[in-house]
C-alpha cells in the first residue's frame, strides 16, 4: 500500500466538518507517523504558500522534489494541499498539533522544518511573510533560535551561509567543543538512524542534505582553525 493510498485513508476518516488538523491528534505512532510526516509537510506548505499570496511553479518543482509523486497519486497530494489552504484552522494550529505529535523526536521537526526552507527558497526569493511564518512555526515546534538561524543560513540564497550558523555554534567555542557539537548532529542525521525510527523516504533525503551541508560547515571551521 502505498503512503498517498494511506493519506488517502486518513483524509477519509475525518468527520463531517472536521478539519484537515484533526489528522495529527490520529497519527502519533508508527507507521502512521510517516504518513503524518507526509501530511504535516504539505499541509504547512499549503498554509505558507498562502501566508505569501502565491504558489510559484519552481515552489511545485520543489515540492516534486521532496516528494516523488507518480502521476496515479497526484489527484490526493493536491487534495490535501487544497484541504489545508481552505481550512479555517489557522497554521498555529497545525503547527502546534504537529510540534504535540513529535515533541519526543526534536528531529523530526528539524526535518519537517527543512522541507519547509526548501520550498519556500525554490523560486530563488525569500519572502519577509515567509521568513515571518516560519520563525513563528520554529518558536511553535521551541526551536532553539540558533538552530532556527542555522537553517535559515543553510537555505536562505542571499549571502554564503556562515559555518558558526549552520552548526549553531559561536566562534568563541573552542575547537574541541565544536567537533563534539558537529559529531551530534552526524549521528542524529545519519540516514540509516532516520530510517530505523520508521521516517518516510522525504526525509531520508532532507537528512542526506543536512549531512553534507554541516560536515562542509564542519570542513571549513576546521580550515580556518588550522589557518590562523
Given at each position: 500500500?502505498s503512503i498517498w493510498t494511506r493519506i488517502s485513508q486518513a483524509i477519509q476518516a475525518l468527520a463531517k466538518g472536521e478539519g484537515l488538523s484533526a489528522v495529527f491528534e490520529r497519527l502519533r505512532t508508527p507507521p502512521e507517523r510517516s504518513v503524518a510526516f ?131 555554534v559561536s566562534p568563541e567555542m573552542e575547537l574541541a567543543e565544536i567537533r563534539k557539537v558537529w559529531r551530534a548532529q552526524v549521528r ?41
Amino acid at each position: 500500500m502505498s503512503i498517498w493510498t494511506r493519506i488517502s485513508q486518513a483524509i477519509q476518516a475525518l468527520a463531517k466538518g472536521e478539519g484537515l488538523s484533526a489528522v495529527f491528534e490520529r497519527l502519533r505512532t508508527p507507521p502512521e507517523r510517516s504518513v503524518a510526516f507526509t501530511i504535516a509537510v504539505i499541509a504547512l506548505s499549503a498554509k505558507m504558500a498562502k501566508a505569501d499570496g502565491l504558489v510559484t511553479r519552481d515552489e511545485v518543482r520543489a515540492f516534486r522534489e521532496v516528494f516523488h509523486i507518480a502521476a496515479g497519486d497526484e489527484e490526493g497530494a493536491a487534495r490535501v494541499f487544497n484541504l489545508a489552504r481552505q481550512d479555517v484552522a489557522g497554521y498555529e494550529e497545525y503547527a502546534a498539533r504537529i510540534a504535540r505529535m513529535f515533541s519526543e523526536d526534536r528531529t523530526m521537526l528539524c526535518t519537517l522544518m527543512e522541507g519547509l526552507f526548501y520550498i519556500a527558497v525554490a523560486d530563488g526569493r525569500y519572502h519577509p511573510k515567509e521568513d515571518d511564518f516560519l520563525e513563528r512555526v520554529a518558536q511553535i515546534f521551541k526551536m532553539p533560535q540558533p538552530e532556527f538561524r542555522g537553517l535559515r543560513a543553510r537555505f536562505v540564497p542571499d549571502a554564503q551561509p556562515d559555518p558558526y550558523s549552520v552548526l549553531g555554534v559561536s566562534p568563541e567555542m573552542e575547537l574541541a567543543e565544536i567537533r563534539k557539537v558537529w559529531r551530534a548532529q552526524v549521528r542524529e542525521s545519519h540516514p540509516d538512524k532516520m530510517i530505523a525510527r520508521g521516517l518516510p523516504e522525504e526525509a531520508v533525503r532532507l537528512s542526506e542534505r543536512r549531512l553534507v551541508d554541516i560536515n562542509r560547515a564542519w570542513e571549513e571551521i576546521s580550515a580556518q582553525r588550522q589557518d590562523a
